[in-house]
């Protein structure tokens, strides 16, 4: 028996058996025919995977996405202002605001198309080098196999082949079913991937007088009025305001030119049911705000221009109790931010109960709304400094710097799901984003900072 065990081994070792002539004395002399395993050329193999992996990243693919939708939403504005200024000529005299406002189009379409020939001519080199560095790596691996002389990895993508052979034959016998609800809860547009940088950048009508304030479009608009833009400003001690202004276009916003104007809640501001703080949105032609010195939710009719309210659960804080924050500063009135998405309106607050974390909850329309379903998160509200809805989940935000602001966490009301590494970031124009609101009309995020308007494109897929 032991003979058999010991054949295997001579190709690999010769083994010598030396007799003294009073003791017995075994000496093995074992030589090692194979050849040393190249360490140094697997690390090198694996440093140089390394740096593929580091140079080709989605942010490639989804900076490209993002020059193009860029182009895809400028494109047609500029058309829209080109017909605009037609309609406008009288008498081979044109309307000078419409000029400056094609000017500013086609100069960031021109800057659009520069960047979008300098990545596409950048990504176009980086993937002839991957391609060569990935067909070395290739010959390197292939080299490397020669030294696998059990031929243990041979093995292994022998049992792969064949695993994936055996999961093609069941996956034929039992065809998958298709789910019947969308994979990423009840989202339209799929999972949300990234934002974009700017797409609207403007200092509007009042520039640099109003440091707190919201805008963006209204969800469900009347008919005629899809490519409205509203906008309310804190007009009082940066904390309260009494009307909402409209825009009858994105260039009216831009140049500052308030068409049908303003729609006043009440002539005196503050006073009762009039708007505390900059968190409001508009949706179904209704401004839904926190009430002034009220723990209570607002709803300003502008066709009827009637004010119901919605009292929020007891332990609600207030009046300033409940904002959100930034390293030592907060920002004050932000105790209830109000959002909307594609499925209606959200208020986001905090309870004493809660202990200061965030809480959501849906609001049912109606004159007045209702609180629907609730939900309960750990996040410490005073850790965020904004939040938002899209497609049913809770998205908040926090300050890194001047310069950028992070989406760090997700809750999905569809699926309890929550997530604490969401790693979006927000490339800011101005240090303080103080409302934050998703429209589901365009998956544009408008942010109101510092008295700037600002555009960011959601990317979903």
């Not at 182009?71 to 400056?100: C, F, H, I, T, W």
Request: proline fraction near 5%; glycine fraction near 6%.
């Amino acid at each position: 028996m032991m003979l058999y065990v010991i054949v295997p081994f001579c190709a690999l070792f010769t083994f010598t058996l030396q007799a003294a002539t009073r003791d017995v004395k075994c000496t093995c002399e074992l030589t090692y025919s194979e050849t040393a395993f190249p360490h140094g050329k697997l690390s090198t193999a694996e440093s140089n995977a390394s740096k593929c992996n580091s140079k080709i990243t989605p942010q490639k693919t989804l900076e490209l996405e993002r020059l193009l939708l860029g182009l895809e939403r400028r494109l047609p504005q500029l058309q829209e202002d080109v017909s605009m200024l037609e309609k406008e000529n009288d008498g081979e005299l044109y309307g000078a605001l419409s000029l400056q406002v094609i000017e500013n189009e086609m100069k960031d379409i021109k800057q659009l198309i520069d960047t979008l020939n300098s990545t596409t001519q950048e990504n176009l080199h980086l993937t002839t080098d991957t391609t060569k560095q990935l067909e070395d790596l290739k010959a390197e691996m292939q080299e490397l196999e020669r030294y696998d002389t059990m031929q243990v990895v041979m093995s292994k993508q022998d049992n792969q082949r064949l695993k994936t052979d055996l999961d093609q034959c069941r996956n034929g016998l039992h065809p998958t079913i298709q789910p019947t609800e969308p994979q990423h809860g009840k989202c339209p547009h799929r999972q949300f991937l990234n934002i974009t940088g700017p797409r609207v950048y403007t200092k509007g009508e009042y520039p640099g007088s109003y440091m707190y304030g919201a805008w963006g479009r209204d969800p469900k608009p009347q008919a005629g009025k899809e490519n409205w833009y509203w906008l309310v400003l804190m007009t009082s001690s940066n904390r309260y305001s009494n009307y909402v202004r409209l825009y009858s276009s994105l260039s009216s916003l831009i140049v500052g030119v308030s068409v049908p104007g303003n729609v006043q809640i009440h002539s005196s501001n503050p006073t009762t049911n009039t708007v505390q703080g900059p968190n409001v949105v508009l949706y179904g032609e209704a401004l839904y705000y926190n009430c002034y010195n009220q723990d209570a939710v607002c709803r300003f009719n502008l066709t009827t221009k009637t004010v119901t309210t919605l009292q929020l659960p007891k332990g609600t804080r207030f009046n300033s109790k409940g904002n959100f924050c930034r390293l030592d500063e907060c920002y004050p009135y932000t105790d209830l931010d109000l959002a909307t998405d594609e499925s209606g309106v959200w208020v986001i607050y905090t309870t004493t109960q809660d202990f200061g974390n965030l809480v959501l909850s849906k609001l049912e329309e109606g004159e007045p709304p209702t609180l629907g379903q609730t939900w309960h998160t750990p996040v410490y509200k005073q850790g965020v400094t904004n939040t938002f809805m899209a497609c049913g989940v809770l998205y908040a935000t926090r300050y890194i710097d001047k310069h950028m602001e992070e989406i760090f966490y997700s809750f999905d009301t569809s699926t309890g799901v929550e997530k604490f590494n969401i790693g979006i970031f927000i490339h800011k124009m101005s240090p303080n984003i103080y409302a934050l609101n998703y429209s589901p009309v365009d998956q544009m995020l408008h942010a109101y900072c510092d008295s700037h308007m600002v555009s960011y494109k959601v990317l979903f897929g």
